[in-house]
């Protein structure tokens, strides 16, 4: 892998690979994922050669400075296939040397090996997708692991070498008190990860639990919930750096930090989402690849389904959904550099957001203020 040649004005490429198949769907996800019992792995792998491939010139000549495999489960691919794909990905795009590349695992697919290979092959982060310790709890959501294996998932990623650890846990779970949220995170904290996402379950459209809502915690209770895990947390080192995202120092994760600051992303395999900046013009473009697996790998069918140019008046809102996402302040030099737009475009909105104590205005840079995190959506109804 070489080094990122790109120039201090180029806006950095992160590149997001979905991997869409799953032993079981969760009855609370939404995400593009099947269950399968036979998955057409080299069938697939050769798809998104051939979809990167399509997209090599997006690039525009920049190294790729992240990479996220995500699904689905894509810890039900061979470590081999991950090396393979890696090295040819590079021939078609260069990766950056020092390139955060990120596997989505699950506890109850994991083999020791097999997280070997992982790390062999290239792959230095891990996120493990835990949801909770508690056995009642991962029964109710669907989950395929229990507590056991999922303590000793974690434990083979660190004794395999990966230094750059999630773990995925949720809260708001049925049934869940306040108690049961701090022993899942007491559990996570104890097995030392580098990072944490901890974030509530929502329930949404198109999931059998929003056909048959089961019975969450209400509103105080989830409060008590948040505060006492954020409480925690803090405690326990970890810093929090967005909404539901907590990292020890020096391990927030790279690829997510390049969605929030309005970075650039290429996306193979089905369903993927990407963003490209036209370097020379700077429109900005948002594409969608095609959704399911048999249609994505299909001979007839482009990989591209959708593909939107982001209109100028869209801009300020597409900017700040992600940028407010963060806990850091956001240099105001960042809106322009990312999206082309002069300051004075969003003067009044910042104004009403700072009159309204949501937005902190330091005169070089933008932050919420903890009011403007509790009441996100109203202030990016401002923009």
């Not at 794909?85 to 990120?102: G, M, Y």
Request: glycine share 6%; net charge negative; aromatic share 10%.
């Amino acid at each position: 892998m070489v080094d990122s040649a790109r120039t201090p004005a180029a806006i950095p490429l992160a590149l997001y690979i979905h991997v869409p198949w799953c032993i079981r769907k969760c009855p609370y996800c939404d995400f593009n994922s099947h269950e399968t019992k036979v998955m057409p792995e080299a069938e697939y792998l050769q798809a998104l050669l051939q979809d990167l491939q399509q997209d090599a010139a997006l690039a525009q000549g920049r190294a790729i400075q992240s990479i996220f495999i995500g699904g689905g489960t894509p810890s039900l691919f061979a470590a081999d296939s991950y090396a393979q794909l890696l090295q040819d990905i590079h021939a078609i795009v260069p990766i950056a040397r020092d390139a955060e590349i990120t596997l989505e695992a699950n506890p109850g697919t994991f083999e020791y090996q097999k997280f070997r290979g992982f790390r062999v092959a290239g792959i230095n982060r891990l996120s493990i997708g835990v949801q909770s310790f508690n056995s009642a709890h991962l029964q109710a959501l669907g989950r395929v692991h229990d507590r056991d294996e999922a303590i000793r998932a974690i434990g083979a990623a660190r004794e395999v070498g990966f230094e750059r650890l999630n773990i995925d846990l949720m809260h708001g779970l049925p049934q869940q008190s306040v108690q049961d949220a701090l022993a899942d995170l007491q559990q996570a904290v104890t097995l030392q990860p580098s990072h944490l996402s901890w974030y509530q379950l929502t329930i949404e459209p198109n999931t059998v639990f929003y056909s048959k809502p089961p019975r969450l915690p209400d509103d105080e209770l989830l409060w008590e919930i948040d505060q006492a895990g954020k409480q925690f947390i803090a405690a326990s080192g970890f810093s929090q750096y967005e909404i539901s995202a907590y990292a020890r120092p020096g391990f927030a994760c790279a690829h997510n930090l390049n969605y929030w600051l309005f970075g650039d992303y290429l996306a193979i395999g089905a369903g993927a989402h990407g963003k490209i900046t036209d370097q020379q013009t700077g429109v900005i473009t948002r594409y969608q690849k095609t959704r399911l697996p048999k249609d994505y790998l299909a001979a007839d069918k482009p990989f591209t389904a959708q593909r939107n140019v982001v209109r100028v008046e869209e801009l300020p809102f597409e900017f700040f959904m992600n940028a407010l996402r963060l806990n850091q302040p956001i240099a105001k030099s960042l809106l322009v550099e990312r999206t082309g737009l002069p300051l004075a475009t969003v003067d009044e909105a910042v104004a009403e957001a700072v009159r309204k104590s949501l937005l902190m205005d330091s005169g070089t840079h933008w932050q919420t203020t903890p009011q403007g995190q509790l009441f996100l959506n109203e202030l990016l109804q401002l923009f």
